[in-house]
């Protein structure tokens, strides 16, 4: 069978401009505040060793803390690994995690990992040292991310970790600093 390099040519064709309405629909789908917070990360990350995380550039461009509104900036990240090295290198996990959430993650990996008997919300809010609505949101963030998923088997806080995050070595996902300069300037390193 002979192909015809034209029809080889509109199907082509047809893929890169459905590519790239898929990725103006996805840019179209951010709201002004949540595209500052991408303006905000892309210039900041790299600088001073920088890997500034979703919560710290809302809050330096006065976006309202919102767990919905992170959630859209973080998924969006992780659909573009193309806006910066920081993303590729560090992974997306990195700048979508509060510093909580990634206790949590760390705790539970860990605990699972060792094969110790998972947690409650009250032991897990003691170890990691926030308070137990902290927790429930935590964990509701993790399973929105596809980091934890319910797992009525697991005991404790009923979730389990996705086993692609049991592999990590070394975790460096859920591993920050954060630095607050005397100009009020603040970012995470790793």
Do not use: C
Request: glycine share 4%; net charge neutral.
């Amino acid at each position: 069978m002979k192909t015809k390099p034209w029809l080889l040519l509109t199907v082509i064709a047809l893929l890169l401009f459905v590519n790239g309405a898929s990725a103006a629909n996805d840019q179209a789908q951010l709201t002004a505040q949540e595209q500052k917070v991408i303006d905000y990360l892309v210039k900041d990350w790299g600088e001073d060793s920088s890997v500034t995380s979703v919560d710290i550039a809302m809050n330096a461009v006065k976006v309202a803390p919102s767990d919905e509104t992170r959630f859209r900036i973080g998924n969006y990240i992780k659909a573009h690994p193309e806006l910066h090295e920081v993303i590729r290198r560090w992974g997306w996990v990195t700048l979508v995690l509060t510093p909580e959430e990634k206790l949590i993650a760390r705790a539970l990996i860990n605990a699972e990992r060792d094969s110790k008997p998972m947690l409650s919300v009250s032991e897990l809010a003691k170890a990691v040292g926030i308070k137990e609505p902290d927790v429930k949101r935590g964990l509701a963030m993790l399973e929105r991310y596809d980091i934890l998923k319910k797992d009525s088997k697991a005991g404790g806080v009923a979730f389990a970790v996705v086993p692609h995050y049991m592999k990590w070595e070394p975790r460096l996902d859920f591993v920050f600093h954060t630095i607050s300069l005397d100009s009020g300037r603040q970012f995470n390193v790793n």
